[in-house]
């Protein structure tokens, strides 16, 4: 009898955060006939804290076949200099990557990471489990769809796309399946994916074309499950629209208010705030919402035009001061650095956004990240940032090098003095 | 963009360059004088937001020494039953260490502090206040004050106010690394003086000393800037210079 294939699966996070993807991926994979008693999977669920040479440590203690990483901006260095330990410990090991930050340029990653032996592209379980089939077997990787892997003289070769999965309830709801664990009494919550919105900087729902949901009951099983057995306390939706229709929001509301009659309470979901007016509002603190988070990331019109994004400051506030009837604290966002914004719209961003005393100012700069329009454009665009991950903006047309640094500061500091204040009274 | 209406507590500042002129005297204006004042500048309740300007909701006790003060816990409870969700105290810091008063002034709703720092070192602080032992004492007392609020988890924004005259001048860039060396969150330089046009150059190199020290330095509108400066030269509602009019008995 064959021993069975060993993966490891690693991701990190920020810390306080967990990986749904790898509950996703090893669930879907563990439930797939071709793979079910041929292989075993571990979890390596981390922080961006951990040392690399810690991580590999751990890595190589499980010798595994195949050692699978989901990547993104803040976690790709580590997981690089992490690949290339491991390979050096472990020669036959074959290393696999997804995740938004390497997916868009899987080429370009297998050419600059020799250690890499194929990247996902787009949605990953599908793919995954087809990858771990083939590792299984002994094929090359460059088979599955949606697979940038290498042909025989180490170049890559990049197989055709991989179709979307039509029904999202195909994927085991990792919790339920048993192989992700609430840390802390928080769980995350998912009920479709893509994105309504087609913002040039973000990566969300990029290449999914229409929004796909989850069914009804697949989610009320897992919530049910997540708010009682598992003593949950807590969730967070990573939805990108919490509010996407008034009819989805009604129907979360009625399905997650008598959880938060007992205590459970969302916090930070994304939302449309200026689709927000009191009966939505009203319909948030019902479903247990205590906190949301919102753009407008930028008022300056030649930014919003260049980014596509819309933005009415009427209704904006509106939003807000329906939120804040209802006890709900706002969390408003904004970005230094997106093309068309100068210094001046930047901060009359910070100060309308100061203007509604909304409960939080978050400010950040703005990441190129692959995939993403202002990636594929940012020359025209005039924006010049860091190649290297986490692809964070050098200097744009409108703002130096030392006026972004000095706009971070600033608005740090800014937040600061609005976060400084005596709560709850 | 956050207005903090500066509330005189009574005549005198709690530090200033003595090389510039012999320190005033304090003299400390009654509860009720101070109330009078807050009244004046209260918000509204449930005043409308005018988006796009700032917000109000915040109140700084400035003047002389507010730790002297026999009165100083009625005066910040004041702060507080008036509705002001920040508050500020303008100090030299050199009484926070003692007493308990660092966690006295968190618990009872101080979350700003604009600490004047004269010097990069206790003795040039010392020196130029005309105080022996301040300098050591005003560090110890922003210590606690961030160790208070770090234990308790509550946020509080902690700025250094450096009056810039000839005698602190060329020191600007020290003082400011050593201000975030401190902890403190932000420094804020005030013209105390009219100053020689070299002047700018000095400001300007202690902006970017903040820069590298991640620590963001503003500038009062009397301080000359090269344009190149010139997001360090907005206000953003930390301390506000004396002559910007404070309510009270100054």
Known sequence: MTAPLKVALLALNSPGYQSLALGYLRAYAQADDRLKGRVGFQTLDLTTDDDPWWVAYRIIALEPDVLAASVFCWSARAVYDICRIVKQALPDVRIVLGGPEVGPIAAEVLRAHPVVDAVVRGEGEAAFADVVDLARRGKPFSRADGVTARDATGAPVAAPDRTLIADLDAIPSPYLAGVLEPREGSAYVETFRGCPHDCAYCFEGKGYGRIRSFSRERVEAEIAFLAGESGVRQFSFIDSVFNLTPDRLRWLSDMLAPHAARGLVLHTVEVDIERVDDEAASLLRRAGVVSVETGPQSIGAAALAACRRAFDADRFAAGVTALKRQGIRVETDLIAGLPGDTAEDFLKGVAFCLSLDPGKIQTSTLHVLPGTDLYLHAAELGLRFDPEPPHEIVATRDIGFADLRRLEARSVHIARLYAARIEGD | ?250
Do not use: K
Request: negative net charge; aromatic residues 4%; proline residues 8%.
């Open chain 2, 1 to 250: 963009m956050i207005d903090f209406h500066p509330v005189s507590i009574g005549d005198g500042a709690a530090c200033g360059c003595v090389r510039c002129g012999p320190a005033p005297e304090a003299a400390y204006a009654s509860v009720a004088e101070v109330e009078a004042c807050l009244t004046a500048v209260r918000p509204a309740p449930g005043a409308p937001s005018d988006p796009g300007r700032s917000i109000a909701g915040g109140v700084a006790l400035v003047g002389p020494e507010p730790f002297a003060h026999p009165e100083l816990p009625a005066l910040v409870a004041m702060c507080r039953r008036a509705g002001f969700a920040r508050i500020a105290l303008e100090t030299d810091g050199s009484a926070l260490a003692a007493h308990g008063n660092a966690v006295g002034v968190l618990h009872a709703g101080v979350r700003h502090l604009w600490v004047r720092v004269l010097g990069a070192d206790d003795a040039t602080h010392d020196a130029l206040g005309g105080r022996p032992g301040r300098g050591a004492a005003s560090r110890l007392g922003v210590a606690a004050y961030l160790e208070a609020a770090a234990t308790t988890g509550v946020t509080v924004a902690v700025t250094a106010v450096v009056p810039v005259c000839e005698h602190t001048l060329g020191e600007l860039p020290a003082i400011v690394a050593a201000c975030a060396q401190r902890g403190f969150h932000a420094v804020r330089l005030e013209a105390a003086r009219s100053l020689p046009s070299r002047a700018a150059t000095v400001v300007a190199a202690a902006c970017d000393t903040g820069m590298v020290n991640r620590v963001w330095v503003s500038t009062d509108g009397a301080l000359l800037l090269p344009e190149t400066h010139r997001l360090h030269g907005e206000p953003d509602g930390g301390p506000i210079t004396p002559a910007s009019g404070a309510g009270g008995v100054r």
